[in-house]
């Protein structure tokens, strides 16, 4: 437990303004609730989260009030990391970083966002990325990843002065923009650290998708780790106001096993658990499916 902590307001990561939107769900939890167990990578979903609002003039759904961010970074420094998917998120990731070919992407430097363990740094050297580094705040996570070979892996969270300008080609932040209390400064410095025309991949939940529509509060992602939620036309609009050019946005699939759906369906516990036994023996069974997640290519301008 960490104690009573005070919220702090957000603001609106496209037009910058405080205040100014709607609610859409009052908040269901208090602030000494919060602890590193609820911030941690994949961890059962429980339907906490803090109010979220939508901005009246981006519609972009975001929560406010929300703890601090030195706060925030302490309770990711503390997360915990549950592995089990990791091998259909890596074959996910994969197949998302391969498009970056098709807009000519160099392999000298790759960074990424909320590395965890690094199984994505090391796909992305299987594809021929020959410096990967990744940041990642959560100690266990790193000290796991050190055991890649070829993986750097900086324990922090991206912050501006941390990398040299002009220092990678591409920039993947995978399921982790979603969670960052100022994307907006956090877009500025991926645009410094790139080189001019190097593109940025960002993979994370879609609110536009099926599936959110469909359960609204009861989503997933409605989640107390989401500072902000996005779709297709919210983060279009983010990172072009950040001076990006968007080459791609759109909805993926993510190859995932059944026993890992089974866990992220909001049932009710004893059905859940029933689901579990009934399809224990092909729960290693796995398949492409749209689990509601988009993905952006964008690029840094030759000129800018
Ligand atoms: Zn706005």
Same mark, same amino acid.
């Given at each position: 437990?960490?104690?009573?902590?005070?919220?702090?307001?957000?603001? !609106?990561? $496209? !037009?910058?303004?405080?205040?100014?939107?709607? *609610?859409?769900? %009052? @908040?269901?939890?208090?602030? &000494?609730?919060?602890?590193? %167990?609820?911030?941690? %990578?994949?961890?059962?979903?429980?339907? $906490?989260?803090?109010?979220?609002?939508?901005?009246? #003039?981006?519609?972009?759904?975001? +929560?406010?009030?929300?703890?601090?961010?030195?706060?925030?970074?302490?309770?990711?420094?503390?997360?915990?990391?549950?592995?089990? *998917?990791?091998?259909?998120?890596?074959?996910?990731?994969?197949?998302?970083?391969? *498009?970056?070919?098709?807009? =000519?992407?160099?392999?000298?430097?790759?960074?990424?966002?909320?590395?965890?363990?690094?199984?994505?740094?090391?796909?992305?050297?299987?594809?021929?990325?020959?410096?990967?580094? =990744?940041?990642?705040?959560?100690?266990?996570? @790193?000290?796991?990843?050190?055991? $890649?070979?070829?993986?750097?892996?900086?324990?922090?969270?991206?912050? &501006?002065?941390?990398? #040299?300008?002009?220092?990678? &080609?591409?920039?993947? $932040?995978?399921?982790?923009?979603?969670?960052?209390?100022?994307?907006?400064?956090?877009? &500025?410095? !991926?645009?410094?650290?790139?080189?001019?025309?190097?593109?940025?991949? @960002?993979?994370?939940?879609?609110?536009?998708?099926?599936?959110?529509?469909?359960?609204?509060?009861?989503?997933?992602?409605?989640?107390?780790?989401?500072?902000?939620?996005?779709?297709?036309?919210?983060?279009?609009?983010?990172?072009?106001?950040? =001076?990006?050019?968007?080459?791609?946005?759109? +909805?993926?699939?993510?190859?995932?096993?059944?026993?890992?759906?089974?866990?992220?369906?909001?049932?009710?516990?004893?059905?859940?658990?029933?689901?579990?036994?009934?399809?224990?023996?092909?729960? =290693?069974?796995?398949?492409?499916?749209?689990?509601?997640?988009?993905?952006?290519?964008?690029?840094?301008? *030759?000129?800018?």
């Amino acid at each position: 437990m960490t104690g009573r902590v005070p919220l702090v307001p957000t603001r !609106c990561a $496209i !037009c910058g303004s405080e205040g100014k939107a709607d *609610e859409v769900y %009052a @908040a269901n939890v208090e602030p &000494d609730m919060l602890d590193d %167990a609820v911030f941690s %990578a994949r961890r059962p979903p429980d339907g $906490i989260h803090f109010r979220m609002v939508r901005c009246r #003039t981006c519609g972009l759904l975001r +929560s406010d009030p929300i703890v601090p961010a030195e706060h925030l970074a302490r309770l990711y420094a503390g997360s915990h990391f549950d592995e089990s *998917e990791v091998p259909n998120l890596r074959r996910t990731y994969g197949r998302v970083l391969t *498009e970056l070919d098709q807009y =000519g992407a160099r392999k000298d430097a790759l960074l990424e966002l909320g590395s965890g363990t690094g199984f994505f740094l090391a796909e992305a050297r299987a594809n021929g990325y020959r410096r990967t580094v =990744g940041v990642e705040p959560s100690l266990e996570a @790193a000290a796991r990843a050190d055991r $890649i070979a070829g993986v750097e892996t900086v324990r922090d969270v991206m912050r &501006d002065g941390l990398f #040299t300008p002009d220092s990678f &080609d591409v920039v993947c $932040i995978f399921q982790t923009l979603d969670h960052l209390p100022d994307p907006a400064s956090v877009l &500025d410095e !991926c645009r410094r650290v790139l080189r001019p025309g190097g593109l940025v991949l @960002a993979f994370n939940h879609d609110t536009a998708a099926p599936s959110a529509r469909l359960l609204g509060e009861r989503s997933p992602i409605v989640d107390v780790e989401h500072t902000y939620l996005y779709d297709p036309r919210t983060m279009r609009r983010l990172f072009e106001s950040r =001076g990006y050019e968007v080459c791609a946005v759109g +909805s993926v699939r993510n190859l995932i096993s059944l026993r890992y759906l089974i866990h992220l369906v909001p049932l009710p516990g004893p059905l859940k658990a029933l689901a579990r036994t009934l399809l224990e023996p092909i729960g =290693g069974l796995r398949l492409w499916v749209p689990l509601g997640n988009l993905r952006l290519i964008a690029r840094r301008p *030759e000129g800018a």
